[in-house]
């Protein structure tokens, strides 16, 4: 008698953490609660809380997909990044053609002044 009792009682264990986290991916956990901070009666502060934990094929089920349209985490992120670096480069092209632009001339050598045409002085008229 002590040995079925002895092989019942290690059936009966407990779940271990594997079963418990296998149970929870695959059926779901919801955890909700709200959380308020007051001071003499006054409310300063409410969090409401609510978290979900499932699979992602239990996720898609109740027809939640959000990880699919971010761009972390498909694979349009790598396209984004190549057009990132491809924007960057085309920045640089064109930050250093506005460097070239505004530069200033490179000296040339020295040229011979060319003096202004001179005026011809115009008489003045006396005042008599």
Not at 22 to 50: F, H, M, P, W, Y
Request: proline share 5%.
């Amino acid at each position: 008698m002590s040995s079925e009792r002895s092989s019942s009682l290690i059936s009966a264990r407990p779940p271990g953490l594997v079963d418990v986290l296998d149970r929870i991916l695959d059926k779901g956990l919801v955890i909700a609660g709200d959380i308020k901070v007051s001071l003499a009666n006054v409310e300063l502060l409410t969090l409401q809380i609510r978290i979900l934990v499932c699979s992602i094929d239990k996720a898609e089920q109740i027809g939640l997909n959000w990880w699919r349209y971010d761009s972390n985490l498909t694979t349009r992120a790598e396209r984004i990044e190549a057009e990132n670096i491809d924007l960057r480069e085309r920045l640089a092209e064109l930050e250093n053609q506005m460097r070239h632009l505004s530069a200033p001339p490179a000296p040339k050598k020295a040229a011979k002044k060319s003096a202004a045409p001179r005026r011809p002085k115009q008489a003045s008229k006396k005042r008599s």
